[in-house]
């Protein structure tokens, strides 16, 4: 029998961050019990979540902005990889000013925090740090998108984006640590879990399960993404939580080996294979490229000997989290970038637009086809015209109204519809953060819509169902895609008036009509069967073999 040894199970190494003081004040030392004890306020920890979330909302990190700078100069780039990366530092550049967020999807609030045991606070802490997230979302220009359930099938949107997911657990000393993060529709929903056995535990197996499963993860959480992929686990739950921190980066520090205590370690050899895969998918930085993910975390963790757990995370564009810590000298948040300009070349928009089609929306929808018609997929589009905006809640009603033998809405039959929901819209301007959604949750209305004359043409990020295809194939319809992550982008350069055309009661759900200027967009789906995510997704490329030693 062996000795009891204890082990943290993600033992974290020296913490580098570089932070800026928020406040000295609200924290304070006192004596007892022969110990030093550090005393916390309230204030200090809704001053950390406000601050936090209004940070991630708007800045990211250096880091971050280093990898979309030198997809820029990477000669093996595609341009639609330096298209989608010039647009995202531009993007950048726009939230930094503190108005409008990076994405509409301001996400749900997460935070993970670390007492310590000589910590004294009022033992309040989530009331205090969900009051913080509170005042960010209603104080700034952000989304709500926390819908509570009245019962089983109805729900109403919280118009605060609480609850907040906060989760606090002990820790020893006398430091309170905080990883704060907003996870969007998007990029959650790119989490997958899979139970797998001892099968796929040797290197041949898991390159395979890995290359199948990353292929799979499609656009809809607007890549380049951060990636982290987690095998074993004490418990299915934990593989995707652990997955959640690795897409952050919070688990960077990890040991590189394993042990007999059971700790979890990362693997550099594996990381720099799978990262291999996602270059040569072809997906790239949404329309076809290398830069399908900036980056890739592997982390090994201890496993029930039934039981192989391998969890999926992505972060995406919106790669929004921070690090923050109290201690005895003051309340202290991640140092995140407020000059995302440093890292945009000087280079001028014309050396980008040689081959943009330019679209007039504003023509009847059957010449707006015909013009769509004589491209292949691939190509990149100006939008400019109107549009009309609705999304799942819309879909639905509407689908309703076919079903009682109403017509399809003339809107819909004389528009282009943008699947999307905005964020607040700031005084002075005409919109607000009015990114795209992901496409596949209207899926199941193209069939039907198209057939009745509506969504003939459609706009919005991600792949598409095989069923969307054979829709536009046989009613003459298009899906096209739009640039994810750059929600400001549009609202200050792109979208130049909004109206509510239906459904006011259903906020950022409601049907819009819009009107845009160059407009950015990608054929993805043709009217003759062709999907651009249908070619980059088939025959896998062969598997590669690289070394396991450290990258």
């Not at 990211?60 to 298209?83: T, V």
């Not at 930094?96 to 000589?118: F, H, N, S, W, Y």
């Amino acid at each position: 029998m062996p000795e009891f040894a204890y082990t943290d199970l993600l033992p974290l190494g020296q913490d580098t961050t570089q932070y800026r003081l928020l406040t000295a004040d609200g924290v304070r030392t006192r004596k007892a019990f022969g110990k030093e004890f550090l005393e916390v306020d309230p204030g200090v920890l809704t001053m950390l979540a406000r601050e936090g979330m209004r940070d991630i909302a708007h800045l990211l990190r250096p880091g971050h902005l280093r990898q979309l700078r030198s997809i820029l100069d990477d000669a093996e780039a595609s341009p639609n990889d330096r298209f989608v990366a010039r647009d995202l530092l531009t993007n950048a550049c726009i939230a930094a000013g503190g108005v409008l967020p990076m994405c509409q999807d301001t996400g749900t609030a997460i935070i993970m925090g670390k007492r310590g045991g000589e910590v004294l606070t009022d033992g309040r802490d989530e009331e205090h740090l969900a009051r913080g997230v509170y005042d960010a979302y209603t104080q700034l220009n952000l989304r709500y998108s926390q819908l509570a359930p009245l019962t089983m099938w109805e729900e109403r949107n919280t118009g605060s984006n609480l609850p907040a997911q906060i989760e606090l657990y002990a820790a020893p000393g006398a430091e309170y640590k905080f990883l704060l993060m907003a996870k969007g529709g998007g990029s959650a929903n790119k989490s997958f879990l899979y139970q797998q056995t001892k099968a796929v535990l040797n290197e041949a197996s898991m390159l395979a399960f890995l290359q199948e499963k990353i292929a799979s993860l499609g656009t809809a959480a607007c890549p380049p993404y951060h990636l982290a992929v987690v095998v074993g686990g004490t418990s299915a739950e934990y593989a995707l939580k652990t997955a959640k921190y690795a897409s952050a980066r919070y688990l960077d520090t990890l040991p590189v080996a394993g042990s007999p205590t059971g700790h979890g370690f990362r693997d550099p050899g594996l990381e720099q294979q799978v990262l291999e895969i996602t270059r040569r998918a072809g997906i790239g930085a949404q329309f076809g490229g290398k830069y399908f993910c900036h980056d890739v975390r592997v982390i090994r963790l201890p496993r029930h000997g039934a039981s192989c757990p391998v969890a999926i995370a992505v972060s995406c564009s919106a790669d929004r989290q921070a690090l923050g810590k109290i201690t005895r000298d003051g309340a202290f948040l991640e140092r995140l970038e407020t000059d995302p300009a440093q890292y945009l070349p000087e280079t001028t928009e014309d050396e980008l637009d040689d081959d943009v089609v330019r679209i007039d929306l504003s023509r009847p929808m059957s010449d707006i086809r015909a013009e769509l018609s004589r491209y292949p997929i691939r190509t990149r589009l100006a939008l400019t015209g109107p549009m009309v905006v609705a999304r799942d809640i819309a879909h639905a009603k509407i689908a309703e109204r076919l079903a009682a033998g109403e017509p399809m809405p003339a809107y819909l039959r004389d528009h282009a519809v943008y699947y999307a929901g905005p964020a607040k819209t700031p005084e002075g301007y005409a919109s607000g953060s009015f990114g795209p959604t992901t496409a596949g949750r209207m899926d199941s209305y193209v069939g039907q819509f198209q057939a009745a004359g509506g969504s003939l043409v459609m706009l919005a990020k991600g792949n598409r169902s095989a069923a969307v295809t054979a829709a536009c194939q046989q009613h003459g319809g298009f899906y096209l895609g739009s640039v994810g992550g750059a929600a400001a982008k549009l609202a200050q350069d792109c979208i130049t008036k909004v109206d509510v055309l239906e459904y006011p009661e259903l906020g950022m759900e409601a049907v819009w009509r819009i009107e845009v200027r160059d407009f950015p967009a990608f054929i993805v789906v043709d009217d003759k069967g062709n999907d651009f995510f249908a070619d980059v997704s088939g025959p896998a490329a062969p598997l590669l073999t690289i070394g396991s030693g450290p990258s």
